[in-house]
C-alpha cells in the first residue's frame, strides 16, 4: 500500500512516497503553494499517479502537546484533503521534523540556497518513516 506524507507549509508543502510495501519513505518533491484549488489539484494527481491508498500529514502541536493555531489549520487542510481525495487521512505528530531536517541537511554541507529548496521534502519523508516505522 503507497502511502504519502505531507509537510504542510503557508509556502510549500514538502511530498514523500512509500515505496508499494509501505515500508520506506523516499521525498518525491516540493509544492511552491498557489491557492488552495490549484495546491489540492496537484496532490490529488501525485494520488492518483502513484496510486495512493493513504495521506500521512504532519500535525504541529506545540511543544507541550497542545494544539495551537497552526495545528488547526492543519486539521482542516487533512479534512478538506481527506473529503477532495476519497483516502483515508492520518494527522502525525511532526514536533521537531523540519529541525531533524535542517539538522540532516547541515551534515551534508548542504548550502543555505539549497536547504530552503529541498527542506520541506525532507522533512516530509521524516513524517512518512515514523509513520511508517510506528505501523509496522
Given at each position: 500500500m503507497r502511502i504519502m506524507g505531507l509537510d504542510v507549509g503557508t509556502k510549500r508543502i514538502g511530498i514523500a512516497l512509500s515505496d508499494p510495501?509501505?515500508?520506506t519513505a523516499q521525498g518525491h518533491?516540493?509544492?511552491?503553494?498557489?491557492n488552495d484549488k490549484a495546491d489540492f489539484d496537484e496532490l490529488l494527481e501525485i494520488c492518483r499517479l502513484y496510486e495512493v491508498e493513504k495521506i500521512v500529514i504532519g500535525y504541529p502541536l506545540n511543544m507541550n502537546g497542545t494544539i495551537g493555531p497552526k495545528a488547526l489549520e492543519i486539521k482542516q487542510f487533512a479534512e478538506t484533503m481527506g473529503e477532495?481525495?476519497?483516502l483515508p487521512v492520518q494527522l502525525w505528530d511532526e514536533r521537531l521534523t523540519t529541525r531533524s531536517a535542517e539538522r540532516t541537511l547541515l551534515e551534508a554541507d548542504v548550502?543555505?540556497?539549497?536547504?530552503?529548496?529541498?527542506?520541506?521534502k525532507v522533512a516530509a519523508v521524516n513524517i512518512l518513516q515514523a509513520y511508517l516505522n510506528a505501523a509496522n
Amino acid at each position: 500500500m503507497r502511502i504519502m506524507g505531507l509537510d504542510v507549509g503557508t509556502k510549500r508543502i514538502g511530498i514523500a512516497l512509500s515505496d508499494p510495501l509501505g515500508w520506506t519513505a523516499q521525498g518525491h518533491s516540493v509544492l511552491q503553494r498557489k491557492n488552495d484549488k490549484a495546491d489540492f489539484d496537484e496532490l490529488l494527481e501525485i494520488c492518483r499517479l502513484y496510486e495512493v491508498e493513504k495521506i500521512v500529514i504532519g500535525y504541529p502541536l506545540n511543544m507541550n502537546g497542545t494544539i495551537g493555531p497552526k495545528a488547526l489549520e492543519i486539521k482542516q487542510f487533512a479534512e478538506t484533503m481527506g473529503e477532495k481525495s476519497q483516502l483515508p487521512v492520518q494527522l502525525w505528530d511532526e514536533r521537531l521534523t523540519t529541525r531533524s531536517a535542517e539538522r540532516t541537511l547541515l551534515e551534508a554541507d548542504v548550502s543555505r540556497k539549497k536547504r530552503k529548496k529541498v527542506i520541506d521534502k525532507v522533512a516530509a519523508v521524516n513524517i512518512l518513516q515514523a509513520y511508517l516505522n510506528a505501523a509496522n
